[in-house]
């Protein structure tokens, strides 16, 4: 009787180890704020510009230990359910957009990679103005001629106070 007495108290402590030591591991969470930067190219008829980089306020929320992740403002905004932890790293993916989220060793900063292949963003050559009613159109473009290139996007963040 004690023999399986033992065994139960071990085989539930062992359990319990792993359910803490999962849910003990929130260095990721919490809402971070930062600056993201697309690799940009304006396209007008034949010509294009020269690539830049188009920077944006960005703000993530990161929750259950890292296996949660939502883009509030910033490039590619929506829930991402494509999350892996990996150490100090989250690896999340939705459609063609792909990220690193990199934590640093005190815990406070994050630094984002990633890339978006084959998309376009093409802008329209309307007026824009309070008078005039009208607004910027952009339309994003899947091309399959463009397959092959990517789009980096970087990113500095840090924990919202």
Do not use: C
């Amino acid at each position: 009787m004690n023999m399986k007495l033992a065994f139960i108290t071990s085989i539930a402590a062992f359990g319990l180890l792993g359910s803490t030591a999962v849910a003990g591991d929130n260095r990721f969470d919490g809402i971070w704020v930062g600056t993201e930067s697309v690799m940009m190219q304006e396209f007008h008829g034949f010509q294009r510009s020269e690539p830049f980089a188009q920077k944006r306020p960005a703000k993530i929320v990161i929750a259950q230990g890292g296996t949660l992740l939502g883009v509030l403002e910033g490039y590619g905004p929506g829930r991402y359910n494509d999350v892996k932890r990996v150490g100090n790293m989250i690896v999340f993916q939705a459609g063609v957009r792909l990220g690193q989220l990199s934590l640093s060793a005190d815990g406070q900063t994050m630094v984002e990679k990633g890339r978006v292949q084959g998309s376009l963003i093409m802008g329209g050559g309307q007026r824009e103005g309070a008078l005039s009613g009208h607004q910027q159109n952009y339309q994003s473009h899947d091309i399959p001629g463009l397959a092959k290139s990517t789009t980096e996007v970087t990113g500095t963040f840090r924990r919202q106070k």
